[in-house]
């Protein structure tokens, strides 16, 4: 196993990170972060004129071919680019689900029609997408959705509610996970749907989170009728479509988990005063700070071997799931470290104490939700006992019969 860029991805790196410079702005500090004042509008505008700007130079979605608009480039150099955009300051996280996931699933399934229609604009950052799929009885089993789809003609009315759905108060449009057979099993009789999220009978409503940040939404679903060429891949086909979705995400390892919160953690220890001394210099302190090293230490080293299986045009393994686990803990640990560093000011909004507090403070709050978000750490132990470790599979009783049976 090779850590190392390839000559390919090194002669790439310097390319993308000529282009940074001139486009952006180097990060002068690790605590700053882009929009600092900016409203969610003036942020949102932001965010698309970066996104065209990338879209322009094909750095858009590097992997997809040309003549999708992408740069015919390897998943590995949408590593090295995510790796080098992240030292600089731009809009983030507002394309996440568009390109990350959503528009990639469009990419696979959709027809010539759908990706004529949906890519270009999506990738120049003119519609933003989220995506459907949980619902309140539907999350780590997403076999349970209840969202019903009946035909009615050439159209789909559709009825359901769906939960923790990110963006969806910025989103243009959403894949949407339906039920449209109920006599099926669970995993059978679902298909997948491209959703006007602007169409009438969608009601979003914004769930305000813990960090007071406006992140994801309740989609109430009335009545709403999508025509059924907006079917994306074949009806009772929604569980394989799904699981494309999902399989994307390890795409997006290398930019989430290969942070700096150590460095941020000495720096913050540095600053901080315990007992009239540095509290760099407490047992405890120092103790708290390696067990954060070693750990983003090991997940950068499990990062790394799924990039250089992307290198290689294979996709990284089960063993991903250790990314997760082991990085969204850290950052919780990591974060609770940072808010204890502050003492009896922690407990103060960290927008009051500087900006180096907020990042760490952010990190505790939001620790619970990545945890949760995109698989609990309860399913990535899952899938390492079974696909990793080779342990028996859960006993499932409700995989072969009806789902119609199974509604209490
Ligand atoms: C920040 C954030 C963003 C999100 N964004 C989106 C989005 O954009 N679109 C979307 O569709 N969803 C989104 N989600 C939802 C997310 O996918 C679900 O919350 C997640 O899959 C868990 O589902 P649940 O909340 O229904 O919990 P449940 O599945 O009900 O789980 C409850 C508890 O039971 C445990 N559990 C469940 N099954 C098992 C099992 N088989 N073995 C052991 N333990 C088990 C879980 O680990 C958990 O502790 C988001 C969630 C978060 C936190």
Redesign the pocket.
């Known amino acids: 196993m090779d850590f190392n860029d390839t000559p390919d991805e090194a002669v790439f790196r310097a390319q993308v990170r000529d282009w940074l410079e001139t486009h952006a702005t180097r990060r002068q500090r690790r605590d700053e972060k882009f929009g600092d004042g900016l409203d969610r509008e003036a942020y949102l505008a932001a965010a698309k004129a970066w996104q065209a700007t990338k879209a322009a130079a094909g750095y858009a979605a590097i992997p997809w071919p040309k003549e999708m608009g992408g740069l015919g480039g390897s998943p590995a150099m949408q590593v090295v680019y995510a790796q080098e955009e992240a030292k600089f300051l731009v809009p983030g996280l507002i394309f996440e689900?568009s390109l990350g996931t959503a528009l990639p699933t469009v990419a696979m399934w959709g027809t010539p029609e759908q990706k004529a229609r949906n890519l270009a604009p999506a990738l120049k950052g003119d519609h933003i997408w989220?995506?459907?799929?949980?619902e309140p009885a539907?999350?780590?089993?997403l076999g349970n959705v209840r969202t019903r789809a009946e035909k009615v003609g050439d159209e789909w009315v559709i009825n359901g509610q769906?939960v923790?759905?990110?963006?969806a108060h910025n989103a243009d449009y959403g894949i949407l996970l339906a039920r449209t057979d109920w006599d099926q099993p669970k995993a059978k009789g679902l298909t997948m749907f491209i959703l006007d999220m602007k169409a009438p009978g969608v009601d979003v409503r914004l769930i305000r989170q813990a960090t007071d940040e406006p992140?994801?939404n309740e989609v109430f679903l009335t009545d709403v009728r999508i025509a059924d060429s907006a079917r994306l891949g074949p009806e009772g086909q929604g569980w394989k479509v799904m699981l494309s979705t999902l399989m994307q995400e390890r795409f997006s390892l290398g930019e989430n988990f290969s942070g700096d919160l150590y460095d941020q953690l000495v720096d913050l220890a540095k600053q901080a005063q315990w007992g009239g001394r540095p509290a760099i210099e407490d047992r405890c302190v120092r103790a708290g700070i390696a067990d954060a090293y070693i750990r983003q230490f090991g997940v950068d080293l499990i990062v790394r071997r799924g990039m250089s299986a992307i290198s290689k045009g294979v996709s990284p393994g089960p063993e991903m799931a250790a990314v997760k686990l082991i990085g969204a803990r850290a950052f919780q640990t990591g974060g609770a470290l940072a808010v204890e560093l502050g003492g009896a000011e922690g407990l103060i909004a960290a927008s009051d104490l500087g900006q180096q507090w907020r990042m760490p403070q952010m990190l505790w709050i939001s620790g619970p939700?990545?945890r949760?978000?995109?698989?609990?750490?309860?399913?990535q132990k899952?899938t390492i006992a079974e696909r990793v470790l080779g342990l028996p599979g859960?006993i499932r009783t409700d995989r072969d019969v009806p789902f119609r049976t199974l509604e209490g």
């Open positions: 689900v989220c995506q459907l799929f949980s539907a999350g780590s089993d769906k923790w759905t990110s963006g992140h994801f939700g990545a949760i978000a995109g698989g609990t750490d309860e399913i899952n859960e």
